[in-house]
């Protein structure tokens, strides 16, 4: 069985910041990419930023500058430092991660359940 676990998201001021964190755990022989998305009311689910193990990033136009992804891939778990909120970034944040069990050759993603983040005065 695997899991993956988002973490951190929370009510904050325009402008403030926040934290999200994910982790993958359970029987996992490998994990390659890990991606952020998010997910406003009546809107799609949109991609936010991603890593590669080698720690190459990818961000969305509307969040460069503001946010910023890392990994630490000996605890399975990725991050999102979010910086200089707006409003507009108010979603639900999902995290996907592409594992390889060992019983497996290839790799598949994981969803997260989501972490709420809201930004309001």
């Known amino acids: 069985q695997v899991q993956v676990v988002e973490s951190g998201g929370g009510l904050v001021q325009p402008g403030g910041s926040l934290r999200l964190s994910c982790t993958a755990s359970?029987?996992?022989?490998?994990?390659?990419?890990m991606t952020w998305y998010r997910q406003a009311p009546g809107q799609e689910r949109e991609l936010v930023a991603g890593?590669?193990?080698?720690?190459?990033?990818n961000y969305a136009d509307s969040i460069k500058g503001r946010f910023t992804i890392s990994r630490d891939n000996d605890k399975n778990t990725v991050y999102l430092q979010m910086n200089s909120l707006k409003p507009e970034d108010t979603a639900v944040y999902y995290c996907?991660?592409?594992?390889?069990?060992?019983?497996?050759?290839?790799?598949?993603?994981?969803w997260g359940q989501g972490t709420q983040v809201t930004v309001s005065s």
């Open positions: 996907n991660v592409h594992i390889r069990v060992p019983e497996w050759g290839f790799y598949r993603p994981y």
């Open positions: 359970g029987s996992i022989a490998d994990v390659n990419i």
């Open positions: 890593i590669s193990k080698d720690s190459r990033t």
